[in-house]
């Protein structure tokens, strides 16, 4: 009998085995040294009492996402700036991934650690430009703190985290879009409202919920 045959049932069997699930865990999307070594001295915001992304308060820990923090709330958090729709673990994990290869994603939080709850987060996206001699632009975004931690400075301190993570990583400019009320809040850490208008395309305004698989489908 040719190879091949004998080789079929155990190609059959390998295509009917699930595909190996990755579990959540406490990967960081970046190195953690990045926002442990910043500069806090160049901090421009006034904060009081003091508050550092090495010391954010009492039982709380700043630091970057990680997969774990799916069960800890996160989405949670996040759905209380904008609509989050229905992600499922992989889905949730394919993306973290796509963003810790890029090395241009620094989705940061704020843990309760009593708790084991995501209370803040923050995002840095860095965008890489062939203009301003193949310069770097900081985008601020998805800044959001939970209901309950609101007005305990952890909005500044990560606003001010990311900021001059963005020095640091010396973008020539750091850009964030934000509803009117919200104006005061980023001229704290220095920004200033644009003479440019934001335009946006909305594609994707036809979402709806595919019931049997519980994702947003077009
Ligand atoms: C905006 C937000 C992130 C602020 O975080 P926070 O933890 O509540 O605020 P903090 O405690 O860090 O900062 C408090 C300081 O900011 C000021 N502040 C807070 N929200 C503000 C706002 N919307 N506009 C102006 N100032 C604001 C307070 O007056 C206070 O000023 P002070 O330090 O001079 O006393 C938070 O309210 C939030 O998550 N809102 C919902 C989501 C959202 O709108 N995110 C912004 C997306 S662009």
């Not at 996160?74 to 609509?83: A, M, P, R, S």
């Not at 001059?164 to 200033?192: A, H, M, Q, W």
Request: overall charge negative; aromatic content about 10%.
């Amino acid at each position: 009998m040719p190879y091949l045959f004998h080789c079929i049932p155990d190609l059959l069997f390998a295509a009917m085995m699930p595909v190996a699930t990755v579990m959540p865990d406490d990967t960081p999307m970046f190195d953690p040294r990045i926002l442990q070594e910043l500069d806090w001295s160049e901090n421009t915001t006034t904060f009081s009492p003091a508050i550092s992304p090495l010391d954010p308060g009492d039982g709380l820990v700043l630091r970057p996402l990680c997969t774990a923090d799916l069960n800890r709330g996160f989405f949670k958090v996040l759905g209380q700036l904008t609509e989050t729709g229905v992600v499922s673990p992989e889905q949730f994990i394919k993306t973290f991934e796509h963003m810790k290869r890029s090395g241009d994603y620094y989705v940061t939080v704020v843990e309760d650690t009593n708790l084991g709850q995501i209370v803040a987060t923050a995002t840095l996206v860095i965008e890489h430009k062939f203009t301003h001699s193949c310069a770097k632009r900081g985008r601020i975004e998805d800044v959001v703190v939970s209901g309950e931690c609101r007005g305990k400075q952890l909005g500044k301190l990560l606003t001010s985290t990311l900021t001059l993570l963005s020095k640091r990583l010396n973008c020539y400019k750091i850009t964030l879009e934000c509803l009117p009320k919200n104006v005061d809040f980023y001229k704290k850490f220095g920004y200033l409202v644009s003479d440019e208008n934001y335009m946006f395309q909305r594609i994707s305004s036809d979402l709806k919920v595919d019931e049997f698989h519980g994702i947003y489908t077009m």
